[in-house]
């Protein structure tokens, strides 16, 4: 058995509870095997593969609260520090029933080659809770919050690990989490990421998500001859990556005709009028029923009655921008016998593996999340250089380097895969390029 195969036997093992945790693992070791093979007397004696799958350390601690009518709740929290070799830990906190720590695992684990693909230095991790926001008064929504970092704040520092948004964390939760994290440890810090532009956020994090996955897909496009202009999308989510995603896909003249949350999806032929989802979802914080109500060209179709999905409307691209496993073999078929020429992922590994191989043995151009959607976390190390320095960069320098750190990513991927013969495979060649360069760190430090 090859050194890949025996350490992804051992992983399926030692992780048998945790589905999503051994998918991305496979995922990754399926598209490293040429590099592993070309040094696997070195790796194999370093533990390389084995090193980079067990986390450096894993908090799990509990969350109490009290919500609105005196009752005492308990939540479940996690942070996992999964690889420092490039930096201090960097990625979002999740909040969502869904979480457990194989989620956590599977989210830190992309998360070391996102990082390492953006070129700055970070490391990764990734933390969360199964509190459910929604429904959540903001008295309850802050109590939450200070009780989560009361804990966490043990654990975190603008040089060892900084926590930022990912489901369920916007720049609301971030900030109670700051506030309480100040309190405690008396250090007024860049600790967390997507803070208010008021007390050290920066320009275009907000935006940064859904900006990148357009730079980049324009980008892949443009490099295989295709311009953007003109294009079907389909977007599923409307949270903050689906939000901006939407914006910049309209700004370069494409036409956005779906979005989606947890219960429903809309179908608006005329093109998705952000300002009214923004009202809808980042004011309101209301159901897509409400966008539905407000707008005339817009069909609100309910999930669970209709058992469909915004997937089987006819596009040129799909920006999968809500969650893990959202488009399965199903979905990629009908899209591609719709024509789809390209689906970039917003969310983190919203496709499974098998409709993944579908698109790419079909043509469609893949973008693999820890590639397009790695705008976010970069411009949270844009913000955590500005914390650093004292200083804030405006709107345009951030989004221009935000731009050019995208672009640098496609092209760092497109040339890892021709280097192993796999020209046109984004999800090796970024598997790949992010590898690399952890993999140099962790063999200078030493066995740690
Ligand atoms: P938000 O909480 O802002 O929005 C999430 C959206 O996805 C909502 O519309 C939500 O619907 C929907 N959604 C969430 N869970 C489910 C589910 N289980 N089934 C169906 N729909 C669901 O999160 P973000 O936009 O920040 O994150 C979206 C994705 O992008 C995640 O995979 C995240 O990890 C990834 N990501 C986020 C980054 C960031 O900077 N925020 C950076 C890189 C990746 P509802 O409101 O009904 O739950
Ligand atoms: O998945 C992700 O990259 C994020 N949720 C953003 C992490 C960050 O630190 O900005």
């Known amino acids: ?26 995922e990754v070791f399926e598209s490293l095997k040429p590099v592993i093979e070309a040094n696997e007397e070195l790796y194999k004696r370093e533990a390389i593969l084995e090193r980079i799958t067990e986390p450096e350390r894993q908090l799990k601690f509990r969350v109490p609260w009290v919500d609105d009518k005196g009752q005492v709740r308990v939540n479940t929290g996690y942070r996992v520090q999964f690889n420092s070799a490039i930096g201090p830990y960097k990625g979002g906190i999740r909040l969502h029933p869904s979480v457990n720590i194989g989620i956590i695992k599977f989210l830190g684990f992309e998360q070391i080659f996102k990082n390492s693909l953006t070129s700055l ?27 989560f970092m009361t804990e966490l704040c043990k654990y975190i520092g603008a040089d060892t690990d900084v926590p930022a948004g990912d489901i369920g964390t916007g720049a609301r939760e971030i900030g109670y989490m700051f506030g309480q994290y100040k309190r405690i440890r008396g250090l007024y810090e860049g600790v ?21 996955l357009l730079y980049f897909t324009d980008e892949m496009l443009k490099s295989n001859g295709i311009d953007i202009k003109g294009k079907t999308v389909a977007v599923s989510g409307a949270g903050n990556v689906a939000i901006y995603a939407i914006q910049k896909a309209q700004q370069l003249g494409a036409n956005v005709v779906t979005c989606s949350d947890s219960t429903g999806w809309i179908y608006d032929p005329e093109g998705i009028d952000v300002a009214l989802l923004k009202e809808v979802k980042e004011v309101k914080r209301a159901r897509l029923t409400e966008y539905a109500a407000a707008r005339k060209s817009a069909v609100y179709h309910d999930k669970a009655a209709e058992g469909t999905n915004q997937w089987t ?31 970039a992922e917003g969310a983190n590994m919203p496709t499974t593996i098998e409709a993944t191989k579908y698109f790419q043995e079909n043509g469609v151009l893949f973008a ?3 590639a397009s959607n790695a705008g976010g976390v970069a411009t949270s190390a844009l913000e955590m250089s500005q914390n650093s320095e004292r200083l804030s960069w405006s709107f345009d320098e951030v989004d221009a380097k935000l731009k050019s750190i995208m672009v640098n990513i496609f092209h760092n991927a497109d040339n890892a895969a021709k280097k192993y013969g796999m020209a046109g495979n984004y999800v090796a060649g970024a598997n790949i390029a992010g590898f690399e360069k952890v993999v140099d760190a962790m063999l200078a430090q030493g066995v740690c």
């Open 1 to 26: 058995m090859s050194y890949v195969d025996e350490v992804l036997e051992l992983v399926k093992k030692k992780n048998s509870n945790e589905p999503e945790f051994i998918q991305a693992v496979t």
């Open 121 to 147: 230095p970070i490391g990764g991790g990734k933390g969360g809770s199964d509190f459910d926001p929604k429904g959540k008064s903001d008295r309850e929504i802050m109590a939450f919050c200070q009780s």
């Open 192 to 212: 967390l990421t997507g803070k208010g532009l008021s007390y050290g956020g920066s320009l275009a994090r907000t935006e940064a998500t859904g900006y990148g």
């Open 313 to 343: 409307i006819k596009c040129d691209i799909a920006l999968p921008c809500a969650t893990q496993n959202e488009l399965n073999i199903d979905d990629a078929k009908t899209l591609v016998a719709n024509g789809v020429i390209a689906v």
């Open 368 to 370: 693999p999340g820890k």
